[in-house]
């Protein structure tokens, strides 16, 4: 009986020293999957979200981004590089059309090429809608590449993956 | 044993080892069944209307084409990222197969095919493209909308992860 009381002591301080690697150490892919979380909540919005908040979103977001951040996307008018203003402007105009708007990412798979470069590749869904009311959902695969810069992972290219081609 | 004793007996059964240990084989066994052969899906959109409705229940069964190939008319699951989000469409055309669309009417290597499912009208025109190698093209049943805000296209065998189960 005591070995038990023991032994279970012994699987409850594991367990704590486990948990507690897990939350003090963040690993680098921990890291980059935190980017995803801030950009998904910087680009949400609620119908009751002020200026205030929005202006506030919107330069976090732009300190998601690297200096500047090469876009490739299908439609050739959007593809191009950024600089991280120029994505934060274009994304408060986006984002001014919708009333409501949710971005959430499924299944990222990072790996790490090279130093310093991590590269994810996951599935977006933007849903939304617009103050006229109508209803918007878009869901899409993402490749997407970060670079580390000072200890931080900011995205330097977003390619959107072609899953089924007209 | 009395009614009223196993009634009890099933519902609250005694912590013996023996019933812990099936207790982990059915969860182990339900996490892998339902996790990765037969994948329980919630219908989002309304792209494969009337066939499937929007917010219906289904599930994937992944090992149709283990040891065979989608056929025309087949209604597939197609993945993004990984297997929390994919697209129900139906399978219209095969590799080397050249498709398009004629004032709504599907034509497969010149010859139209009837296609029973599509029940709202439609007026699309696409023009004439073959199938890649190792692919297939999918369509939604619902063709009731504008050719530019329908999903649809040609996708490789590799994303075809399996069928909905009814």
């Known amino acids: ?166 | 044993m009395t009614l009223h004793s196993r009634i009890r007996r099933f519902f609250l059964p005694s912590l013996t080892p023996r019933f812990l240990i099936r207790v982990c084989f059915v969860a182990v066994f339900a996490y892998l069944f339902f996790g990765h052969v037969l994948l329980p899906i919630r219908i989002q959109g309304t792209s494969m209307e009337p066939t499937y409705r929007n917010g219906g229940m289904n599930f994937c069964w992944k090992l149709r084409y283990l040891f065979s190939k989608p056929e025309r008319h087949d209604v597939v699951a197609v993945r993004f990222a990984g297997n929390r989000v994919m697209l129900l469409k139906r399978v219209v055309a095969l590799e080397g197969e050249q498709i398009e669309f004629r004032d709504g009417e599907l034509f497969v290597d010149g010859k139209e095919i009837a296609e029973p499912y599509v029940v709202y009208p439609c007026n699309w025109n696409l023009p004439p493209r073959r199938v890649e190698k190792g692919s297939v093209y999918v369509v939604g049943d619902n063709r009731n909308m504008p050719l530019e805000h329908h999903y649809f296209g040609q996708t490789t065998l590799k994303r075809v992860i399996g069928v909905p189960l009814w």
């Open chain 1, 1 to 166: 009986m005591v070995k038990l009381k023991y032994i279970l002591i012994a699987i409850v301080i594991v367990g704590l020293g486990l948990l507690a690697t897990r939350y003090l150490f963040q690993s680098e892919e921990k890291r980059v999957r935190k980017q995803f979380d801030r950009l998904s909540e910087y680009v949400s919005k609620e119908p009751d979200e002020n200026v205030m908040a929005t202006a506030n979103k919107m330069q976090k977001l732009g300190s998601l981004f690297g200096d500047s951040c090469e876009l490739q996307v299908s439609v050739e008018a959007l593809s191009g590089t950024y600089t991280r203003e120029e994505i934060a402007s274009y994304a408060a105009r986006a984002r001014s059309r919708f009333s409501r708007v949710s971005l959430e990412f499924y299944d990222p798979e990072v790996v790490f090429p090279e130093r310093d470069v991590a590269k994810v590749t996951l599935t977006a869904r933007l849903t939304g809608q617009t103050r006229a009311g109508e209803r918007m959902r878009e869901t899409r695969e993402l490749e997407c590449l970060l670079k580390k810069s000072e200890k931080k992972w900011l995205f330097t290219h977003i390619a959107v993956i072609e899953v089924l081609q007209k």
